[in-house]
């Protein structure tokens, strides 16, 4: 009979800790296969569902076709103003498309913009092309930038995300590349307009934007839709609201509604439930520090940079910071020198850190001041 009890109250702990899980593991979740939400200042991922697997992109390809032309810019390789001829190559890619006639020109920015609004096939490889010379080169050239940036789990074939065998990505490797992109604000000012008009020699192509969500969403201006069979309905999309913007990546939607329900879904998430705290202030002094070696044996730091991370609402006495200065700092020092850290806590764990800079040059002092401090410090140790 005991046995009988203890079997019995055994199982009903089991129930219960099996109830518990389920419940604290459906605190949140998206019906999609594959998404990611993170903040775009920090990187910090705030939910992810299968974010490593491996899937069709579609269209959301051209975020890295964006951010090569977006370097190029910025590197003074080519201007938004550089007169750019469509190839028979380009003018003969399918799907999404603007229906560019071989050997018109075209300025960059036009081209640019029809790849960022309306998703241009032909416009995508005009882009490429026009960039790395060749349009295997410029291939060579996405999955180069995907190595660097950290995309582990990513290979592209083409520009455009048209249907191709060995051309993947991840939703956490489309956040990397999308954080990275929109750096380049630009992008925002096309993916944030619902309509606009590209001159052509004969006619005005009309160009409308892929992502209705602009539309819908209070703060949201980007970032790029994709879909073919394979991949199903996709979106980058990226938000800002309450001091913070956030990028959200869904893969593998049934539907265009369903995508952008998701997405929905994600950025009320993480606009609702987080907050973004900055723990400490660059160029914050740090006072009274010892340079015992030094013509000057006290001096001020600067803490180097800002350190800003996400807490949940109502949350934000979990986060400390501690100051952490090199165990000897002598001279000579240099103005901007690491003289120490400042640790950042977040309940209790450590969770980054600060450089702290000298902010003057010290010189070393003389043997006889160093001789004759030391002395003092003898004669002082005698009486204490």
Known sequence: MKKIISLIVIVIALIT???????????????????????????????????????????????????????????????????????????????????????????????????????????????????????????????????ELGMKNTNFVNSTGLPADNHYSTARDISIMAREL??????????????????????????VNTNALIKKYDGLDGLKTGHTQEAGFCLAGTAANNNMRLISVVLNGDTVKEREKVTTELMDYGFNTYRKATVVEKDKEIKNIVVPNGKTTVTTGLTKNNYKTLVKVGKSDILDSEINLNKEIKAPIAKGDVLGKVTVLKDKKKVGAVDIIAKEEIKKANILVRMWRSFNDWLGSLFN
């Open 17 to 147: 800790l099996t109830n518990y899980n389920v419940v604290k593991a459906s605190d949140f979740d998206v019906s999609v296969e594959s998404a990611i939400l993170l903040e775009a200042e920090t990187g910090e991922v705030i939910f992810e569902k299968n974010a490593d697997k491996k899937v069709p992109p579609a269209s959301i390809t051209k975020i890295m076709t964006l951010l090569l032309a977006m370097e190029s810019i910025e590197d003074g390789k080519l201007s938004l103003d550089d007169k750019i001829e469509v190839s028979r190559k380009a003018e003969s890619m399918g799907g999404s498309q603007i229906y560019l006639p071989a050997g018109v020109t075209l300025k960059f920015n036009e081209l640019l913009k029809a790849v960022a609004m309306a998703s241009a096939n032909d416009a995508s490889v005009a882009v490429a092309e026009a960039i790395g010379g060749s349009y295997n080169n410029f291939i060579g050239m996405m999955n180069k930038r995907a190595d």
């Open 182 to 207: 929109i750096k380049h604000k630009k992008v925002l000012d096309w993916t944030s307009k619902w309509l606009d008009y590209i001159k052509l020699p004969e006619r005005e192509a009309m160009i």
